[in-house]
């Protein structure tokens, strides 16, 4: 037999580029920049104590309205606490209030959508109408309820909007879970003799997960606004605590008496914060459909 | 001059790991009023084959070869060319006729259009001239049907509307992609002999794109057998199913369980199809042949002459006589199939 | 009789025609028995109500009226506590049509036989994994693919995954729903071939639907066709096709495409 020379065709060797490709394939360049950022976010909150230059609640009225500096990296507010701090130690109450909002409402959204989607009935036409009624109130309503009946600060805040996210969250999971508890493998289950339970746990669940985590996501992001809304309307933290929102309040006095400063980088922390993860929620979404 | 041509037509689609050969080197020509089966498992390549004749390839394709529909060059031709082609030469039927009409559109809407558009036809005349259409398909109530939407129509009865459509335009050569597999089988009976007498009352060239082997044999002049993006065989339908030339067509035939006699086990072809990219150097269908030497694994059989047709194995001449109606030898052991990574 | 395993008498769905149109009777006074280790087909056509059938059968589908008694014991139509789906799976599985929906694709496939075996018997884990491994090496597949995911293998192979699920129950029926239909002629046969090989080494009985009479000629003693809900015409198979006594049969069997065979208009 004769033996051919084969050229194979050269490998490139593998260079960072191409490790990094697999996060490339998963979340775009976009989504890549912007999980990028959260983590730096996430980072910093976590280190704020260790990393904040000053502590964030402690007046120094002779340094008020101090410019950007090497000493004040962003300059001080109305009572001369430094911004960086303050805007470091926000992040905490953001990322936190944030966070227990969309998995509390993700948990209790989704364990409603499966037992509903999976027994159905009269059980799945009740929660059906208790979710489109719930669906027409707006979180913040919620949430000043929830106010005014335990009082100002972030817990009621918080439980709330996780209140008026349930719905969404519920919503979405349902819908989904309807069309799996159509396929022929949940019929399988059923048929073998697979408790509901196990159905939902083993079965839907695992099956809606990127669709959970995607849609959670991209509540994250319209709970940072609703949150931050509500400590700017002064119903969320309390004064003297560190609040993108609250800065944000201060910051409007500031910039009347000239110095935007304060209102200009807490709102842009926001706004960042929000983008970022809005678009790697859309991303994860897209690549959940692509998936289904 | 033949109605269709095809020459060394290759197609590669793009995909995550490159492109991917799908049609390997297919060529076959259709006279003027024949009938072509083009026979094929999934993964063979036979609706890409047909699709290509209209231009219609998935986006960042690579196409090669020649194609030439009455000698009309389609791989070449402009955005226009084919808009001509496909308004007044070449019309399609296809699988799932639910998929290709506009549910929100009435049956009469579909109808008319082609023949106002392309026929310049006005409505009243375009109107009667779909209920004449109808008749010819088999529905009697035409008026009633162009008045009705697509939901309202069974399968059958949809697919006839889609037959209609296509000889609206009356084509000299109608591609039609496996026009009955979604039908009953007295759809599909009834459907086959529609298609037929159309055929032949207004001399239309049909390519008939099927998994059923059966099928084609008894309803087309001609059989093209494909396997892995390439014919593997082709002859005239009748010596086709009585002697088979390849072993995969002759495996084909005898796998299919028949209503005439009952075989305790079924002779099978061993493993599962593959596609054209998933085959090695050799001849893509020695992993699953009994007959299959070294020499099959190692070499691409060329396309050979053969009594009336063309055959693609290098042991079509020990084996003519050998396989005719007989199965392939079957396989010991169980059979293996592999598997696919996406 | 004692070794009857499917009894039904009188069975009948009736669906509610939606807006404004009349009720509908998809399955209308269907009555049969299959005996154990018997084979018998129910064949239709799209609408004919053998699918309504068997998922009656199973119990995902509340009959109208009708009694179904299986492997000796009458089924109530109410909803089954999660124990009486369970027992009831001992008695009769099902093999869907398609094999891309009927196998979940979050598991893989030794979790898929091994769950299926773990709700009906109590086995430690060695005995589990040498169970699970028989099952594959019955339907034809090998102990790798209990590590693969069902996006990994082919139409055929994951059919040979969804009878091995059914026959983790140790049924006394199978039913089959179409079951090969969706797949490629040369996987057809060798799924077809399976299912003659399961018969012969355990006692099974089996009730097939479909359309294709060539397959049901392959498999069934007994056949059993069915148009428009209602049961046209029952015989052993060889006689029901060699000998046909409906108008109805023999339409059937003329439409099958066969050497020779010509495309016939029935209505002109």
Redesign the interface.
């Given at each position: 037999m004769a033996v051919e020379t084969v050229t194979l065709p050269m490998t490139p060797t593998p260079s960072r580029a191409s490790r990094l490709r697999p996060a490339v394939r998963v979340l775009g360049v976009p989504g890549l920049l912007a999980t990028g950022f959260l983590a730096v976010i996430v980072v910093v909150a976590a280190a704020a104590p260790w990393l904040a230059p000053y502590d964030p609640n402690l007046p120094r009225p002779l340094e008020a309205y101090a410019g950007p500096s090497g000493a004040h990296p962003l300059g001080t507010d109305a009572l001369g606490r430094d911004l960086l701090s303050r805007l470091m130690y926000g992040a905490r109450v953001a990322l936190a209030a944030s966070a227990s909002i969309i998995v509390i409402s993700t948990v209790v959204g989704t364990a409603v959508a499966l037992v509903s989607a999976w027994v159905g009935g009269f059980v799945d036409a009740f929660v059906s109408r208790v979710l489109d009624i719930l669906f027409a109130v707006p979180g913040i309503v919620f949430a000043l309820a929830a106010v005014s009946v335990m009082g100002p600060g972030p817990k009621g805040v918080v439980a709330g909007l996780a209140v008026g996210y349930t719905p969404y969250v519920a919503r979405v999971v349902r819908g989904a879970a309807m069309r799996e508890v159509r396929?022929?493998?949940i019929?399988?289950?059923?048929?073998?003799?697979?408790?509901?339970t196990a159905v939902c746990l083993?079965?839907l669940l695992?099956?809606l997960?990127s669709l959970i985590i995607a849609q959670a996501v991209s509540s994250l992001g319209f709970a940072l606004i609703d949150l931050s809304a509500l400590s700017f309307l002064g119903l969320g933290v309390q004064p003297p605590g560190s609040d993108w929102g609250l800065t944000m309040r201060a910051g409007l006095d500031s910039a009347l008496r000239g110095h935007a400063g304060e209102a200009l980088s807490a709102g842009l922390c926001i706004a960042l914060l929000v983008a970022s993860v809005i678009v790697l929620g859309d991303r994860l979404s897209q690549r959940a459909e692509e998936r289904a | 001059m033949s109605m269709l041509t095809i020459e060394d037509l290759v197609v590669r689609v793009r995909s995550q790991d490159g492109p991917r050969t799908i049609v390997d080197g297919v060529s076959l020509d259709i006279e003027r009023g024949e009938a072509l089966g083009l026979v094929g498992e999934s993964g063979s390549g036979k609706s890409i084959t047909a699709r290509t004749v209209l231009g219609l390839f998935p986006a960042g394709s690579q196409v090669s070869g020649r194609i030439e529909v009455d000698g009309f060059s389609v791989l070449g031709a402009d955005r226009r060319g084919l808009t001509a082609l496909r308004s007044r030469r070449v019309a399609m039927i296809f699988q799932d006729p639910r998929a290709h009409i506009n549910p929100v559109h009435r049956i009469g809407d579909f109808l008319t259009e082609a023949l106002r558009r392309h026929l310049g036809m006005d409505r009243a005349g375009a109107a009667r001239r779909a209920v004449g259409l109808l008749a010819d398909v088999g529905i009697p109530d035409g008026e009633r049907r162009l008045r009705q939407y697509p939901h309202e129509l069974s399968g059958g009865l949809l697919q006839r509307v889609m037959i209609a459509a296509a000889i609206a335009i009356e084509p000299d050569l109608i591609l039609a992609d496996e026009p009955t597999t979604a039908l009953d089988v007295t759809t599909q009976s009834e459907v086959m002999a529609i298609l037929g007498e159309l055929r032949t009352q207004r001399g239309m060239a049909m390519l008939f794109i099927t998994h059923d082997l059966e099928l084609a044999a008894a309803t087309c002049d001609r059989t093209a057998v494909m396997y892995a993006g390439r014919i593997v065989e082709r002859q005239p339908s009748k010596s086709l199913a009585q002697q088979p030339l390849h072993p995969y067509t002759s495996g084909l035939l005898g796998s299919r369980p028949s209503i005439e006699t009952v075989a305790h086990r079924l002779p099978v072809i061993p493993g599962r199809p593959v596609a054209a990219f998933e085959a090695g150097e050799g001849c893509a269908f020695a992993p699953r042949c009994g007959f299959a030497l070294d020499r099959c694994h190692r070499e691409r059989p060329p396309v050979e002459h053969r009594l009336e047709g063309e055959v693609a194995c290098h042991r079509h001449e020990e084996l003519t006589g050998v396989l005719a109606g007989e199965p392939i030898a079957a396989p010991t052991g169980a059979p293996v199939e592999r598997s696919v990574d996406v | 009789m004692s070794d009857q395993v499917i009894k039904v008498e009188g069975l009948r769905k009736v669906f509610p025609g939606h807006g404004g149109a009349p009720d509908v009777a998809a399955v209308d006074g269907v009555s049969f028995e299959l005996g154990a280790g018997e084979s018998l087909a129910i064949v239709g056509e799209s609408g004919s109500g053998k699918t309504t059938v068997a998922r009656m059968l199973m119990g995902l589908e509340r009959p109208t009226s009708g009694l179904v008694e299986v492997c000796g014991r009458r089924r109530s139509t109410g909803r089954p506590t999660t124990r009486e789906r369970r027992r009831r799976g001992r008695e009769m599985q099902l093999v869907f049509q398609d094999p891309y929906l009927s196998l979940d694709r979050s598991q893989r496939i030794g979790t898929i036989v091994e769950t299926a075996i773990r709700l009906q018997f109590a086995v430690g884990r060695a005995e589990l994994r040498s169970r699970t491994a028989a099952l594959l090496e019955q339907v034809g597949l090998q102990p790798r693919h209990a590590e693969l995911f069902p996006r990994q293998l082919s139409g055929g192979q994951r059919q040979r995954v969804a009878i091995a699920r059914a026959l983790a129950a140790e049924p006394s029926v199978l039913v089959l729903d179409e079951a090969v239909a969706a797949l490629d002629v040369s996987i057809q046969a060798q799924i077809l071939n399976l299912l003659c090989d399961i018969r012969d080494s355990r006692e099974i009985a089996y009730l097939f639907i479909s359309h294709d009479l060539a397959v049901v000629n392959q498999l069934c003693e007994r056949t059993l066709v069915m148009r428009r809900g209602a049961v046209v015409e029952e015989a052993p198979t060889r006689e029901l096709l060699t000998a046909p006594t409906q108008d109805y049969t023999r339409r059937l069997i003329a439409a099958v495409p066969r050497p020779g065979w010509v495309p016939i208009r029935s209505t002109a």
């Amino acid at each position: 037999m004769a033996v051919e020379t084969v050229t194979l065709p050269m490998t490139p060797t593998p260079s960072r580029a191409s490790r990094l490709r697999p996060a490339v394939r998963v979340l775009g360049v976009p989504g890549l920049l912007a999980t990028g950022f959260l983590a730096v976010i996430v980072v910093v909150a976590a280190a704020a104590p260790w990393l904040a230059p000053y502590d964030p609640n402690l007046p120094r009225p002779l340094e008020a309205y101090a410019g950007p500096s090497g000493a004040h990296p962003l300059g001080t507010d109305a009572l001369g606490r430094d911004l960086l701090s303050r805007l470091m130690y926000g992040a905490r109450v953001a990322l936190a209030a944030s966070a227990s909002i969309i998995v509390i409402s993700t948990v209790v959204g989704t364990a409603v959508a499966l037992v509903s989607a999976w027994v159905g009935g009269f059980v799945d036409a009740f929660v059906s109408r208790v979710l489109d009624i719930l669906f027409a109130v707006p979180g913040i309503v919620f949430a000043l309820a929830a106010v005014s009946v335990m009082g100002p600060g972030p817990k009621g805040v918080v439980a709330g909007l996780a209140v008026g996210y349930t719905p969404y969250v519920a919503r979405v999971v349902r819908g989904a879970a309807m069309r799996e508890v159509r396929m022929d493998y949940i019929a399988a289950a059923w048929v073998q003799g697979r408790s509901g339970t196990a159905v939902c746990l083993r079965h839907l669940l695992p099956n809606l997960k990127s669709l959970i985590i995607a849609q959670a996501v991209s509540s994250l992001g319209f709970a940072l606004i609703d949150l931050s809304a509500l400590s700017f309307l002064g119903l969320g933290v309390q004064p003297p605590g560190s609040d993108w929102g609250l800065t944000m309040r201060a910051g409007l006095d500031s910039a009347l008496r000239g110095h935007a400063g304060e209102a200009l980088s807490a709102g842009l922390c926001i706004a960042l914060l929000v983008a970022s993860v809005i678009v790697l929620g859309d991303r994860l979404s897209q690549r959940a459909e692509e998936r289904a | 001059m033949s109605m269709l041509t095809i020459e060394d037509l290759v197609v590669r689609v793009r995909s995550q790991d490159g492109p991917r050969t799908i049609v390997d080197g297919v060529s076959l020509d259709i006279e003027r009023g024949e009938a072509l089966g083009l026979v094929g498992e999934s993964g063979s390549g036979k609706s890409i084959t047909a699709r290509t004749v209209l231009g219609l390839f998935p986006a960042g394709s690579q196409v090669s070869g020649r194609i030439e529909v009455d000698g009309f060059s389609v791989l070449g031709a402009d955005r226009r060319g084919l808009t001509a082609l496909r308004s007044r030469r070449v019309a399609m039927i296809f699988q799932d006729p639910r998929a290709h009409i506009n549910p929100v559109h009435r049956i009469g809407d579909f109808l008319t259009e082609a023949l106002r558009r392309h026929l310049g036809m006005d409505r009243a005349g375009a109107a009667r001239r779909a209920v004449g259409l109808l008749a010819d398909v088999g529905i009697p109530d035409g008026e009633r049907r162009l008045r009705q939407y697509p939901h309202e129509l069974s399968g059958g009865l949809l697919q006839r509307v889609m037959i209609a459509a296509a000889i609206a335009i009356e084509p000299d050569l109608i591609l039609a992609d496996e026009p009955t597999t979604a039908l009953d089988v007295t759809t599909q009976s009834e459907v086959m002999a529609i298609l037929g007498e159309l055929r032949t009352q207004r001399g239309m060239a049909m390519l008939f794109i099927t998994h059923d082997l059966e099928l084609a044999a008894a309803t087309c002049d001609r059989t093209a057998v494909m396997y892995a993006g390439r014919i593997v065989e082709r002859q005239p339908s009748k010596s086709l199913a009585q002697q088979p030339l390849h072993p995969y067509t002759s495996g084909l035939l005898g796998s299919r369980p028949s209503i005439e006699t009952v075989a305790h086990r079924l002779p099978v072809i061993p493993g599962r199809p593959v596609a054209a990219f998933e085959a090695g150097e050799g001849c893509a269908f020695a992993p699953r042949c009994g007959f299959a030497l070294d020499r099959c694994h190692r070499e691409r059989p060329p396309v050979e002459h053969r009594l009336e047709g063309e055959v693609a194995c290098h042991r079509h001449e020990e084996l003519t006589g050998v396989l005719a109606g007989e199965p392939i030898a079957a396989p010991t052991g169980a059979p293996v199939e592999r598997s696919v990574d996406v | 009789m004692s070794d009857q395993v499917i009894k039904v008498e009188g069975l009948r769905k009736v669906f509610p025609g939606h807006g404004g149109a009349p009720d509908v009777a998809a399955v209308d006074g269907v009555s049969f028995e299959l005996g154990a280790g018997e084979s018998l087909a129910i064949v239709g056509e799209s609408g004919s109500g053998k699918t309504t059938v068997a998922r009656m059968l199973m119990g995902l589908e509340r009959p109208t009226s009708g009694l179904v008694e299986v492997c000796g014991r009458r089924r109530s139509t109410g909803r089954p506590t999660t124990r009486e789906r369970r027992r009831r799976g001992r008695e009769m599985q099902l093999v869907f049509q398609d094999p891309y929906l009927s196998l979940d694709r979050s598991q893989r496939i030794g979790t898929i036989v091994e769950t299926a075996i773990r709700l009906q018997f109590a086995v430690g884990r060695a005995e589990l994994r040498s169970r699970t491994a028989a099952l594959l090496e019955q339907v034809g597949l090998q102990p790798r693919h209990a590590e693969l995911f069902p996006r990994q293998l082919s139409g055929g192979q994951r059919q040979r995954v969804a009878i091995a699920r059914a026959l983790a129950a140790e049924p006394s029926v199978l039913v089959l729903d179409e079951a090969v239909a969706a797949l490629d002629v040369s996987i057809q046969a060798q799924i077809l071939n399976l299912l003659c090989d399961i018969r012969d080494s355990r006692e099974i009985a089996y009730l097939f639907i479909s359309h294709d009479l060539a397959v049901v000629n392959q498999l069934c003693e007994r056949t059993l066709v069915m148009r428009r809900g209602a049961v046209v015409e029952e015989a052993p198979t060889r006689e029901l096709l060699t000998a046909p006594t409906q108008d109805y049969t023999r339409r059937l069997i003329a439409a099958v495409p066969r050497p020779g065979w010509v495309p016939i208009r029935s209505t002109a």
